[in-house]
Structures are given as structure tokens and as C-alpha cells.
């Protein structure tokens, strides 16, 4: 696989769960992690379809599951949700005790309401697994890249 710049990029030997919201812009996510990773595993709210549920079927994929150390949390662009949100990531750590970095996702907007949600969140993850960098949270887009005008909340989350 070659990158933007003709260079061979050799994708990772891992597996990544991608966890996304309904109405999250995941696809263009796991367009772009398949160029990065060989497996990528995805669970996606279906639309209507109820927290408890989606959160339900999220722990029948955790449990099939076998080692996975990449998890991608795509969120939808409302806020307000920080509750369902933090139930989802805290079955995914508990789920997957292999995982060793997790990728916040608000899409590409940086002004999205979910952005700072999620950037509380993955700071008060980091704290309640004590801070001791087993896991790492960042906040990116969808193509990986940094989100404008984040830089600040990305740096807090991943110290």
C-alpha cells in the first residue's frame, strides 16, 4: 500500500474496534484505519435504536472479540450525551483489558458540540485508570489528524 506521497506503508498487524454513534461520520473513520491496520471491527448504532441496545450489542462484540489494542469512539455532533458515552467507553476498557490506546472521534468539526464532551472524557478515563499511560486517549478526526484549534485539549488528554 502506497501513502499520499507513493511510499510503501506497511499496515499494522493489530485489530481495531471502531464504536460509533448514530449519524457519526464513521465511515470516512474506517475508510481510513483500513489503510492503517489489517482488521478492523466496527459496531455502529443503528438509527432509533435505543442506548441500552446499542450497549448491549457492543458487549456481544466485546465478548467475541479476541485481542484488540486500537478502540475508535466516533460521536455523533450533539452533545449532552456524556452519560451514554462514558457507559460505552467504560464497557469498551472493561471489555478489552488489551487495549492500549483509545481515539476519540468528534468528526472533523472542531466547533461540534461533542468536541469538548469528549475531550472531559477522555480525561477523566485517563484518571479513573489512575494515570498510569497503560492507555492513551487523543482526540482526532476522522483521518487521524490533529483538530484545529484542539491542540490544547488533545496535549491534556494524552498527558
Known amino acids: 500500500m502506497k501513502n499520499k506521497r507513493g511510499r510503501r506503508v506497511e499496515r499494522r498487524e493489530e485489530t481495531c474496534l471502531l464504536v460509533a454513534e448514530s449519524g457519526a461520520p464513521w465511515t470516512e473513520c474506517a475508510a481510513w484505519l483500513s489503510t492503517q491496520t489489517r482488521d478492523v471491527e466496527t459496531v455502529v448504532q443503528l438509527p432509533n435504536e435505543p442506548p441500552s441496545t446499542f450497549?448491549?450489542?457492543?458487549?456481544?462484540?466485546?465478548?467475541?472479540?479476541?485481542?484488540?489494542?486500537?478502540?475508535?469512539?466516533?460521536?455523533?455532533?450533539?452533545?449532552?450525551?456524556?452519560?451514554?458515552?462514558?457507559?460505552?467507553?467504560?464497557?469498551?476498557?472493561?471489555?478489552?483489558?488489551?487495549?492500549?490506546?483509545?481515539v476519540l472521534c468528534p468528526g472533523s468539526d472542531a466547533q461540534a458540540p461533542a468536541v469538548h464532551e469528549l475531550a472531559g472524557l477522555s480525561l477523566t478515563m485517563r484518571e479513573l485508570l489512575g494515570g498510569s499511560g497503560a492507555v492513551t486517549f487523543s482526540l482526532e478526526g476522522p483521518r487521524g489528524e490533529p483538530l484545529r484549534g484542539l491542540a490544547h485539549l488533545a496535549a491534556r488528554a494524552a498527558a
Open 55 to 102: 450497549q448491549s450489542r457492543l458487549q456481544e462484540k466485546l465478548r467475541r472479540l479476541g485481542a484488540v489494542s486500537t478502540a475508535v469512539f466516533v460521536a455523533g455532533s450533539t452533545a449532552n450525551k456524556l452519560t451514554v458515552r462514558s457507559s460505552l467507553m467504560r464497557a469498551v476498557l472493561g471489555g478489552l483489558p488489551g487495549v492500549r490506546r483509545v
